[in-house]
């Protein structure tokens, strides 16, 4: 399995999952769950990172980068996918132009991971994505219509 899984999804919706968390929820029943820095790239401009979150800029109302994750993201394909070898830093490119770049920051901890029926990776801190498939049970985020659920 590689992350290239990805290529050709629609991004359906993007939520917290528990607190610090981004989940982007793609078609097929794809979740990509991240923990780290993540920013938004329009037109090679850095449009909002994950800690704009609740920042007012001096603008009427503090920014929500869920709702504007989602308002940019929601209803577009995934046309490439890169993984930093290094460091594994998960780049996205939809189309329409806009990138989700996923920057992992820590070299201990598991940053960002895609889960989907029958799949699980990871990207293990410090660098390198490690495909645990076959070793675990997986099981995406449980949902209602209501929004996400803590319950697994």
Same mark, same amino acid.
Request: with cysteine; hydrophobic share 40%.
């Given at each position: 399995m590689s992350i290239e899984l990805l290529i050709g999804k629609t991004c359906t919706r993007v939520f917290e999952h528990y607190p610090q968390n981004f989940t982007f929820e793609f078609e097929s029943g794809m979740f990509l769950n991240v923990d780290c820095l993540r920013r938004i790239i329009i037109d090679e401009r850095l449009v909002r990172t994950s800690l704009d979150h609740g920042q007012q800029f001096g603008l009427p109302a503090?920014?929500?980068?869920?709702?504007?994750?989602?308002? !940019?993201?929601?209803?577009? +394909?995934?046309? =490439?996918? +890169?993984? +930093? *070898? *290094? =460091?594994?830093? !998960?780049? !996205?490119?939809?189309?329409?132009?806009?990138?989700?770049?996923? !920057?992992?920051? #820590? #070299?201990?901890y598991e940053p960002w991971n895609l889960n989907a029926p029958g799949v699980l990776l990871i990207e293990m801190g410090g660098g390198g994505v490690s495909d645990m498939s076959a070793a675990c049970n997986v099981n995406p985020p449980a949902t209602s219509p209501d929004g996400p659920s803590m319950v697994d």
């Amino acid at each position: 399995m590689s992350i290239e899984l990805l290529i050709g999804k629609t991004c359906t919706r993007v939520f917290e999952h528990y607190p610090q968390n981004f989940t982007f929820e793609f078609e097929s029943g794809m979740f990509l769950n991240v923990d780290c820095l993540r920013r938004i790239i329009i037109d090679e401009r850095l449009v909002r990172t994950s800690l704009d979150h609740g920042q007012q800029f001096g603008l009427p109302a503090p920014i929500d980068v869920f709702a504007e994750a989602a308002s !940019l993201l929601n209803g577009h +394909r995934v046309e =490439t996918v +890169r993984v +930093r *070898e *290094e =460091t594994a830093d !998960l780049i !996205l490119q939809f189309e329409g132009g806009s990138v989700l770049e996923v !920057l992992s920051n #820590s #070299s201990g901890y598991e940053p960002w991971n895609l889960n989907a029926p029958g799949v699980l990776l990871i990207e293990m801190g410090g660098g390198g994505v490690s495909d645990m498939s076959a070793a675990c049970n997986v099981n995406p985020p449980a949902t209602s219509p209501d929004g996400p659920s803590m319950v697994d």
